[in-house]
């Protein structure tokens, strides 16, 4: 499953209120964040996975590659993912937090289930 989003605001959790939010099988999981103005230093993203803090406070950095089009090209695996294959068990609830101080930030989160 991938979900995506792109963001103009601070916001404590994108991924609240939607079905993706609480786990229901044991999954592995991949959190991409990428920013489209040149210097994003306010801009800061968390990610936790159940009572595990992944990330805490990280800065939103901008694609170094080609932060023209970033955002028409969009997000690129594994380029811009940086927290890969972390590990999530059934019930456990996703918080990707993101703090918006300049310009805007596009996510993704992908749940990939495993047996």
Known sequence: MLLAGFVAATN???L???LFEFIKRP???NVAVLGDAAI???N???FTIGDQIVVSNAQVFPDT???ATSFIVGIRYPDH???QNEPALAGDRLVLSLTRAAGNIMWQVQITEVV
Request: glycine content about 10%; cysteine-free.
């Open 16 to 18: 609240s209120g939607t």
């Open 81 to 83: 993912y940086h927290v």
């Open 40 to 42: 994003n230093s306010g």
């Open 65 to 67: 590659v080609n932060t």
């Open 27 to 29: 999954s592995r999981i």
């Open 12 to 14: 404590a959790n994108v």
């Open 44 to 46: 800061l993203w968390s």
